[in-house]
């Protein structure tokens, strides 16, 4: 077996996090669509919210993908690697989709969670995978980094959208 086998319990542990805060974000959502909806709220939602729910999918993949009994390591890293090209791709369509809505004036905090931080952990993915062959231990912690670091964006992302709508949108402030 790869060096993949000393991951079993974190790819458990951090997937099942992934897993279970996809469910409550489901739960929230619900609870929220009885405010009204304001104009460009669904542009919004692209920008802001629909990332969230991709950045917790994406560590629940990625926990699968690296849980697998493969027979080496670089199967495993080539899907890494797909995507964590795919997120920095993603994150520069959620770029264009922060400045392209109107419902809110994004601050340097929206900009540093939605942005910056995804596109670094995803290009960590894709350098880690490159990486792999010749640096093993370290890539497979460059990606134990980056799962970390997509759950913790996702969960600063889903409180951030929770504690406006609260707070801010069923007073009418915007």
């Not at 409550?24 to 669904?42: C, E, R």
């Not at 922060?98 to 939605?114: N, V």
């Amino acid at each position: 077996m790869t060096g993949l086998a000393g991951w079993e319990n974190f790819y458990v542990i951090v997937g099942a996090s992934a897993g279970a805060l996809i469910g409550l974000q489901f739960v929230v959502i619900t609870l929220i669509a009885q405010i009204p909806i304001a104009p460009g709220l669904a542009q919004a939602a692209s920008a802001f919210g629909t990332p969230t729910i991709v950045h917790f999918a994406t560590v629940l993949l990625l926990s699968a993908v690296l849980s697998a009994p493969w027979g080496g390591v670089g199967t495993a890293a080539g899907l890494w690697g797909i995507v964590g090209l795919s997120g920095v791709v993603y994150a520069v369509i959620v770029a264009r989709r922060m400045r392209g809505q109107t419902a809110y004036r994004p601050d340097f905090e929206d900009w540093l969670f939605h942005v910056l931080l995804p596109f670094a952990a995803y290009a960590m993915l894709a350098v880690s995978a490159y990486a792999v062959h010749t640096y093993a231990r370290e890539a497979l912690f460059g990606v134990g980094a980056a799962v970390l670091l997509l759950l913790f964006i996702g969960i600063h992302n889903a409180w951030d959208a929770v504690t406006y709508h609260v707070f801010f949108r069923q007073r009418g402030e915007h």
